[in-house]
């Protein structure tokens, strides 16, 4: 998967230290025109959203994008569910994974492709464990030290 060229539009920084990333790809997402406005001012957050199957379609539930200011009659939802677009190939494969134990969809980016339109990173990952978090925090320290250390010499 390449990276976005653009700076994101929403970032869930917990989703790599809370889960154990198994894939990512890339979806699609329904907006509307005043999400799409209120997304380039990137003030959206995704940091407690996940996504789930319902009716045979993959949806991300509890996404944060704020209202519009300058649309007042004709303004969103701010927390309303958001349906992605998938192959449906994927998403069969997606509702497998999704019923084995453990696996959720966590959405880790919202940003804007080359053509300006909002896609959502999404991967399937696996929780954490207390004790994995912890060897997570000491392997990056580790590197950090282990960088300064070179640095200095």
Known sequence: MTAPQNPPAAVNRKARFSYTIIDTLE???VLKGTEVKSLRSGKAQIAES???EK?????LINSYIPEYDKAKLYNHE????RKLLLHAKQVKKLIGQLRTKGITLVPLSIYFNEKGIAKLELALGKGKTDNDKRETIKDREWQREKAAEM???
């Open 27 to 29: 979806a699609g997402i």
């Open 50 to 52: 996940y996504a789930t």
């Open 55 to 59: 009716d045979s379609e993959i949806w």
């Open 78 to 81: 701010p927390r309303r569910p």
């Open 151 to 153: 640095k200095r010499k």
